[in-house]
């Protein structure tokens, strides 16, 4: 039979694992919250972010005094254990749970207590000799402790965010001279309007990705203010004069952000006005991503019996009963993990105005959804990199061979015969099934040698890299 330990709290006793990390307010919250069935181990940032805190917070109450240097010295040893990786398996809570993040907090202070219990020499749940609540969560709350970790685990998820997109960024430019010199229709409202360069169209994308990279972190900026010292709901109550700066002070270190304690603590302990805000900016991301996404397949469509100008990787097979159909699976899925970043969105904004008085309860979701759009994006883009935009392939003939039958080409002629009878032309060339060129041709209106200048591909990428040259 499995060996067990008896722990005791104001609402009874449980048992447990006599070797489990964990305690008894974790063990109730496991079983009080089976939701998801997403465990905290499953966000290290976020396990690591916890133990940066309590790190923190441990050496500010060992300046201070608040706990013995021995006590501290452990605890902290322990945090370091963690923020490397060790010990994550036993961060077992469901990440969305009630209680304001108290289960996550009271899940931190307990492994962190047992582990440290072990290298003073005791067994697990010997908390007379250091305690998960009077020490390593000494001076310190759920409702200030939670959310600053919860800012750390969205940081550090904001870094390969970017990393993954200015990969992306470069892929499209990439392609975008690939594809520099090949003339094609540009399209407004789905309908033929321009001509323009394939290369410019991919040149489009990968400005539209680099913007954001910039965006985000000019937003991640919001998080660096954080309400570590102000425990309950930003007084100070129990913790020592003097803890709060140097833990916030201690937190900067470790975590390598320039953090600064927020201006008014109690204001701080409610707001989620920053997790809403840098949520609305991986919605953006998504949004931009997902039009892109669109894009590739409207281009790739067909083969032949629609647009059919570019050829995306073929990665799978696209039907059980059509034998030879290859689908753009990759912008598919890529436009789906948009979505579900879209609705998270929604859910952190919901979550955020439901706060009341001087705590917001529902933080738990709106971690849970920032840090699940923030990994799934990131994989969704290095897949959209790797197994698409780096493989695309230009249909040249294709290209041309639509343009040269488009109507786009009597807005080249605008300039030289007037709009009147440019519109003419167009309106024969659409009831004859004529070319542009052929009726213009016809009308005697200009000489051969002047269309085929107006008309070159040469003249018409000219214009092309000449409003590119304007806007940068």
């Not at 990279?213 to 109550?237: C, F, P, Q």
């Amino acid at each position: 039979m499995t060996q067990t330990r008896t722990e005791t709290d104001s609402i009874g006793s449980v048992e447990l694992p006599i070797n489990c990390l964990y305690g008894i307010q974790t063990e109730r919250a496991r079983q009080n919250f089976p939701i998801t069935g997403v465990p905290l181990a499953q966000f290290p940032s976020l396990v690591s972010a916890l133990a940066m805190v309590k790190s923190a917070a441990a050496q500010a109450n060992g300046d201070i005094g608040g706990i013995d240097a021995e006590k501290a010295r452990v605890i902290v040893e322990t945090c370091d254990e963690i923020i490397s990786g060790q010990h994550h398996d036993q961060f077992v809570v469901d990440v969305i749970q009630g209680g304001a993040g108290t289960s996550t907090n009271m899940n931190a202070n307990e492994v962190i207590a047992n582990i440290a219990l072990g290298k003073l020499g005791y067994a697990p749940g010997s908390y007379a000799h250091l305690h998960p609540n009077d020490d390593v969560n000494h001076g310190q709350s759920t409702n200030d402790v939670y959310p600053t970790a919860v800012r750390l685990a969205v940081l550090f998820h904001a870094a390969p965010l970017c990393e993954a997109l200015a990969r992306l960024q470069l892929a499209f430019e990439d392609r975008a001279q690939a594809f520099a010199d090949i003339p094609k229709v540009g399209r407004t409202q789905l309908q033929d309007a321009v001509p323009m360069s394939l290369g410019a169209e991919f040149k489009s994308f990968a400005v539209t990705v680099g913007e954001d990279i910039d965006r985000i972190h000019e937003i991640g900026k919001l998080l660096t203010e954080i309400n570590l010292g102000g425990t309950a709901i930003g007084t100070r109550v129990n913790a020592e004069a003097g803890y709060d700066t140097r833990a916030v002070a201690h937190l900067a270190r470790l975590s390598g952000f320039d953090l600064k304690q927020a201006s008014d603590l109690i204001e701080a302990s409610s707001d989620l006005g920053g997790f809403v805000t840098f949520s609305g900016i991986l919605k953006r991301v998504a949004v931009k991503l997902s039009k892109i996404c669109n894009d590739l397949r409207l281009l790739s469509s067909g083969p032949r019996a629609g647009l059919g100008e570019i050829v995306l990787p073929a990665v799978q097979a696209g039907s059980s009963i059509m034998p030879g159909k290859v689908n753009p699976v990759i912008p598919e899925v890529v436009n789906q993990v948009c979505y579900q970043v879209i609705g998270n969105d929604l859910t952190i904004t919901m979550a955020a105005e439901a706060g009341q008085l001087q705590l917001n309860a529902m933080e738990p979701v709106v971690a849970y959804n920032l840090l699940n759009s923030l990994t799934i994006m990131v994989n969704a883009i290095d897949v959209l990199t790797e197994k698409c935009v780096t493989g695309i392939r230009a249909d040249a003939d294709r290209c041309a061979a639509l343009l040269d039958n488009s109507l786009v080409l009597a807005t080249a002629l605008a300039p030289h015969l007037g709009y009147d009878a440019a519109a003419k032309i167009a309106k024969q060339a659409l009831s004859s099934g004529s070319s542009i060129r052929e009726v213009a041709r016809n009308s005697g209106l200009l000489s051969e040698q002047q269309l085929t200048e107006i008309l070159s591909p040469a003249a018409m990428l000219a214009q092309d890299i000449s409003q590119e040259t304007k806007v940068s």
